[in-house]
């Protein structure tokens, strides 16, 4: 890797009566073990940062088995070419964009969290970084308007990692005046730049994104690592549900814990269901109910009013109610 940018600043020239500076040191050589050498790979320092974030990925997250097997795969990968570049076993740089494929809510941008971790870690990447953009953040209005914007958001990402959520957009074939292909184009550009050490992650729905690479053999052929993030079941969601009340120190009482899983059997049926988005929205909706009913009480409060949720402020929803048709609305609406 170059060590620009981390060396230290050259002395000035000595003038009449001072001693010349030195003379700048090289670099020093890699050290290159001997063909009969061991070497411990756990006993690496970045190693154990990447399995701290391994087991954080796996104590956070649930489900996401073959996501997690794949993160880890590609974290043996870069370890295993750390240990050749200290035996003198010269190979290509591994190409590292990514594209993850899956509904909302089912864990992407925090799977990319951690991603950039274990980038940065083994020194793939300067920083564990992750700069979030869209179609509005890249594409411009007007002629000469898109290239300034999406190089702008490169700038912000280089050093890290560029997610592109909902990537198809960029690609509208039906509008040959569109300035998507204008992005892809400087996208491409970027990632084939092996003095970069910019990692560029697409994300979006599975069929869409399958579209959107098919349609363009550059893009593809730049992104070797599919990950794809399944929709959670029923047991997964109340299993997120569960950890995340306990983060904010609440708890579901046994009745509210049940109203909780019935609440999600009829939602996961409605339009724009989000996974564990629309688990993290009905939570807060939940207290928002509490909240209501507790300032609502006619007597003192406890600690334990505080932390519990109960039935009653799960089936406050609208979605318990036969005559209410707001259950399938738009939850950016707040009404279910």
Do not use: W
């Amino acid at each position: 890797m170059s060590s620009k940018g981390f060396g230290m600043p050259t002395p000035a020239t000595g003038g009449a009566g001072q001693s010349p500076a030195p003379a700048e040191e090289e670099p020093a050589e890699p050290v290159i073990l001997a063909d009969d050498a061991e070497l411990d790979l756990s006993a690496d320092e970045a190693a154990a940062r990447v399995e701290e974030t391994l087991a954080a990925l796996d104590a956070e997250l649930v489900g996401l088995g073959g996501v997690k097997r794949r993160v880890r795969e590609v974290a043996s990968l870069l370890q295993v070419d750390r240990a050749r570049e200290q035996f003198g076993l010269s190979s290509s740089r591994p190409t590292l964009h990514m594209s993850f494929t899956g509904g909302p809510g089912t864990g992407k941008t925090s799977v990319a969290m951690r991603m950039a971790a274990i980038l940065h870690a083994l020194g793939y990447i300067r920083a564990p970084r992750v700069h979030v953009v869209t179609r509005d953040d890249l594409v411009g209005q007007f002629i000469g308007h898109t290239a300034p914007k999406t190089k702008e958001a490169l700038a912000r990402a280089a050093g890290g990692v560029l997610f592109i959520d909902e990537a198809y957009y960029l690609f509208r074939p039906e509008n040959e005046r569109d300035y998507g292909q204008e992005v892809i184009e400087i996208l491409l550009t970027e990632m084939e730049n092996e003095r970069g050490d910019l990692v560029v992650i697409f994300a979006g729905y599975q069929d869409r994104m399958a579209t959107f690479f098919s349609a363009n053999p550059g893009l593809s052929s730049r992104v070797p690592h599919h990950l794809e993030f399944e929709d959670y079941d029923h047991p997964e969601l109340m299993q997120i549900a569960d950890l995340m009340v306990a983060e904010e120190n609440f708890r579901f009482d046994e009745e509210a814990r049940a109203a909780f899983s019935e609440y999600l059997t009829i939602r996961m049926e409605r339009p724009n269901f989000s996974n564990a988005r629309s688990v993290r929205n009905a939570i807060e909706r939940c207290r928002l109910r509490q909240a209501r009913r507790l300032v609502g009480l006619d007597r003192p409060i406890r600690k334990e009013d505080l932390v519990t949720l109960t039935a009653e402020d799960i089936r406050g929803s609208s979605l318990f109610e036969d005559d209410q048709e707001d259950g399938a609305a738009d939850e950016s609406t707040g009404q279910v």
